[in-house]
């Protein structure tokens, strides 16, 4: 049949992510007992306070369109985080609450580049980075990191990578997918280079800031010479377990958050509005309620590492944040296992599907394509089955 669809999408890739979890969702449901280590989402549920708040504004009816840049009142929460959790200064009009944060990065993207940018992606990085880059016509140049440096990127990196072209860097910690968390330092460092390349903007993602297990967070924009040209983005999916609730934001400089309005304005308008008064209550209250998922998140981390590392072959490093372990699996590649050779990444990942029913995702998606990533937002017993499975099908 004739391909009448846009150059567009025909020259996009599909969300690595969310196909693995379509891929094991559909194997559970013909009764294959898959244990699905791919998504990145807590398995808690969202916590009682928030979910009371939502009830409430549904009997409040809360029911009409929300502004496109969100409720005031939220933006002015969201202000009031900023400050308190990253030391950034940001007035509600430098605000823009989205439908989750990939919308938040989609909008920064159709807002600043043009075909033809290039925009610098760390590697790894997260799939929809590179997509979202393709869906702006701009070009995205990688720098390519290893475990051995625990996936950072130097400032002499850094440089090397700009040319007159660069409009954009994406920078994401803690990193989705090798968890690693950037100190101040390091930060700093990497805003030393940027400073002598005025035109370049920071898309800072800390979706994961509070799943982090000791690195103090910072944040690119907390930089005096970045807050100009930093967008920050975050959201509620994370911390609170509020994955499907999709609610995201960004704080940037007025003149960008008034651009992605604009576009947010064509394309799908304010944010839902039960889920916008869920979140002003979450991000009101203290972190220290949402620590018992972090604390339980550590210590899946410590039990995966430990499991894993028995493993002959697979290289891990100790990632500071986020929910991910990304292990190189690179010493399997050209070796048979079950009748099934192993060329790549891909190939692994298939590999652990097929013969261990465990799901994870490919690294060749996020730019590392000696890697796997495993998410370890399950339970420690489907956890300790899961890697006993993998160890199985590669003795
Ligand atoms: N961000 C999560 C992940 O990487 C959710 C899926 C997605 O949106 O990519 O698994």
Redesign the pocket.
Known sequence: MTNHLSNRINSLPI?Q??AMAAKARELKEQGIDIISLS???PDFNTPDFIKNAAIQAINENYNSYTPVNGYGELREAICSKFKRDNNISYTPNQIVVSTGA?QSIANVAMVLLNPGDEVILPAPY???YSAITILAEAKYIEIPSTIETDFKITPEQLEAAITPKTKMIFFNSPN?PSGTVYTEEEFRALAKVLEKHPNIYILSDEIYEHINYGVPNFSFAAIESMYDRTITVNGVAKAFAMTGWRVGYIGAPEWIAKACTKMQGQITSGTNCIAQRATITALDAPVSKIQYMVDEFKTRRDLILGLLNNIKGIKTNVPQGAFYVFPDISYYFGKTIQGKTINNSSDFSMLLLEKANVATVSGDAFGAPNCVRI?YAASQDNLKEAVKRIANVLA
């Open positions: 969300s992510t969310l998504l990145g989402e990939k997260w799939v929809s989705n998410s």
